[in-house]
């Protein structure tokens, strides 16, 4: 038996990969990349004129490291159907008309005219650029490290789980990249060209401000939330502040007539209060979150020997910066004010969770820098596939649909329990379920070892479900909810 998704996270993703280069009929690495990110139900159409000596071509091609991907059992069995016209993903932010949600966020993935281009004609919708400040930045070296998950490869590295960067604002003059947004803006007219900024002062605020609305863009992004700056008076020592947020909202909103976008820090136990220190200002959206400020210890990480707080992105942090949408989007307070998400999106269900708490649209940063900026190709396509099966013709209706749904603890449902159910046809036989159980959860399930396959004492089992987390097969589901016992 082959686990799709897991062959497909083996894949290098290599550039020109050399499987689609021998392959005549189709593109097996666009194939596998579109199960890595979410879309297995569409992959079929890069393939569906190959043979099964196309795909076995394309898997003797393989270049990995470990044994070549199993191109060809991977793809032998996908549905080949071309897939028909996908629902338009437009919608509006700060009454700006956007193509689809995806913007690159503001960081390395967006520092010169060149890189950005690449982007915006890649699908991109728009960019948060890199953000502008006037003062000197020096940077270090080595600037990033990661923590890794699985699969792993041959040193012990999978893809990131999370990601630390140490990285800070732009180091081209300020008239330089106002020039590269105005030549963005003049090239790309369609595109939604964002200004991201950092003052020190109240004029250093008014100043950038004016001169973003004179480039000619969008919009403009305080950035009251970067970790790792080594001058005091910037980035989140701001954020943490909501009278500062307060106040160089408000000057900023007298300054420029283009929409205001404060974007908020983690690094605070209460990111409402900041972000209605914006909202009373005026401001005309939200964006969250930055980067959680972090340790990491690797040895090849250190600069000089030394070490260092900084900023900690990539999937890790994600249900983090869902946590705080979460709150701001439910803050009866701020009716008026939209949202933009960041933090740990990857695949277009990621940023559907995003828009679903409210979210108009979503920026993308650790996953361009891991795997390029083609993987807009993904975001747009799976979301509009999703679109699609729900019958949602405006992906507007999507945005905050699940905030209803959400309840304090003291209001779940306690009176009933849903048991977790194994489907021993797909069970291996490996005892993941009944280890963890025994050791971590309610000693619930027994294992017959003649037969290797594991039985739930349904006396013992409170449906805590971590034997389905652990499955390794998905050989565990869930039954119907029933009222507990007494």
């Not at 297995?40 to 890069?46: H, I």
């Not at 200004?195 to 992004?221: C, N």
């Not at 000089?304 to 249900?319: E, N």
């Not at 993308?364 to 396509?381: H, K, N, W």
Request: with cysteine.
């Amino acid at each position: 038996m082959i686990h799709i998704h897991e062959e497909a996270a083996r894949c290098l993703l290599c550039a020109d990969a050399p499987c689609s280069q021998v392959c005549k009929k189709g593109d097996p690495a666009r194939a596998i990349r579109a199960i890595r990110f979410g879309n297995e139900a569409l992959a079929g159409q890069w393939v569906a004129e190959c043979t099964d000596e196309d795909l076995e071509r394309a898997e003797a091609a393989c270049i990995h490291y470990d044994r070549p991907i199993r191109i060809a059992q991977i793809l032998k069995d996908v549905n080949r159907e071309v897939i028909p016209h996908h629902p338009s993903l437009a919608i509006t932010f700060c009454g700006i008309p956007c193509e689809n949600p995806f913007f690159l966020a503001s960081s390395a993935i967006c520092t010169n005219y060149e890189m950005v281009a690449r982007a915006l004609e890649a699908g991109w919708a728009g960019v948060f650029y890199k953000t502008i400040c006037m003062q000197e930045i020096r940077e270090v070296s080595p600037r990033f490290d990661a923590v890794y998950g699985y699969p792993a490869g041959g040193d012990g590295r999978g893809s990131f789980t999370g990601f630390r960067n140490m990285e800070q604002l732009s180091e081209n003059p300020v008239e330089m990249d106002f020039d590269i947004l105005r030549r963005l803006k003049q090239d790309y007219p369609t595109k939604v060209i964002i200004a991201s900024i950092m003052g020190q002062t109240e004029e250093q605020w008014i100043e950038l401000a004016r001169m973003a609305e004179d480039a000619g863009v969008d919009a403009v992004e305080l950035n009251f939330s970067c970790p790792q700056m080594r001058l005091s008076g910037m980035g989140s020592d701001v954020g943490q502040n909501p009278e500062l947020v307060t106040f160089y909202t408000a000057y900023v909103k007298r300054t420029v007539k283009i929409p205001v976008i404060p974007k908020m820090t983690p690094n605070i136990t209460q990111i409402n209060q900041p972000a209605m220190g914006a909202y009373f200002a005026g401001a005309n959206a939200i964006s969250a979150i930055n980067t959680i400020k972090s340790v990491t210890m690797s040895p090849l990480a250190a600069v000089s020997d030394k070490l260092t707080v900084s900023g900690y992105s990539g999937h890790a942090v994600k249900p983090i910066a869902l946590r705080y949408i979460y709150e701001m989007a439910s803050n009866n307070i701020m009716k008026d004010v939209e949202f933009s998400g960041i933090g740990g999106i990857e695949t277009w269900r990621d940023a559907l969770e995003f828009i679903q708490l409210g979210c108009r649209n979503v920026q993308v940063c650790t996953a361009v820098m891991e795997y390029g900026y083609r993987i807009i190709d993904d975001l747009v396509l799976g979301l509009q596939n999703y679109m699609q099966e729900r019958g949602a013709d405006r992906l507007e209706t999507l945005v905050g649909e699940q905030l209803p749904n959400f309840v304090l603890p003291s209001d779940l449902d306690r009176d009933t329990v849903v048991y977790p159910k194994i489907d021993h046809d797909r069970c291996m036989g490996c005892g993941r379920c009944y280890t963890s159980c025994m050791d971590g959860g309610h000693q619930a399930i027994s294992f017959d070892w003649s037969t290797r396959q594991p039985h739930i004492a349904g006396t013992k089992c409170v449906g805590c479900h971590l034997c389905r987390l652990v499955c390794p097969t998905g050989a565990i589901g869930l039954a119907k909810r029933v009222k507990k016992r007494n």
